[in-house]
């Protein structure tokens, strides 16, 4: 992939720079980590509520969908799916035998621990090729992306 046609020339404002590469570097992470592991081609939507559900310990489906700020239907599609390739379980809730709680299978946290760890060893091998001024400015913006990430999430 030309990442030059992606993120613009240095003329472009950082931003746009920024929003034009997240994309981009997320699926090229992520076609990797699967490339080297034989890992599943999950869905970027499947792997975000596995993450909340991990997270915090199980979920119902309309707290996970406020959680993640997509439709009640868009999570119901979801668990739909990864219930059938035994990636989420419903319970019944506790407190009330009528509503269900979405929980991250052993299968799927399974999972998601090789995604980590996969992509972990694709961005430390691939980061080793990069110049050291590039490997020191990439781990000195880690704490300006964490602020960029919550001012965007809250």
């Known amino acids: 992939m030309d990442t030059r046609a992606i993120a613009f ?46 997270a915090t310990g199980g979920l119902a489906p309309s707290r996970a969908a406020t959680e993640l700020k997509v439709a009640q239907s868009t999570i119901s599609n979801l668990v739909r799916t990864m219930s059938a390739a035994d990636l989420v379980e419903r319970r019944p809730l506790p407190s009330d035998g009528r509503g269900a709680l979405l929980v991250a299978s052993t299968r799927a946290r399974q999972l998601l621990d090789r995604y980590d760890r996969a992509s972990a060893t694709v961005l430390r091998e691939t980061m080793r ?26």
């Open 9 to 54: 020339d240095s003329t472009s404002p950082p931003e746009a720079q920024l929003s034009a590469l997240l994309g981009p570097l997320r699926r090229a992470v992520l076609r990797r980590t699967r490339s080297a592991e034989g890992l599943p081609d999950l869905p970027e939507a499947q792997i975000e509520l596995l993450r909340l559900l991990v």
């Open 129 to 154: 090729e990069l110049p050291a001024a590039d490997r020191h400015a990439l781990q000195a913006a880690l704490p300006s992306l964490r602020l960029l990430l919550d001012a965007l999430s809250g």
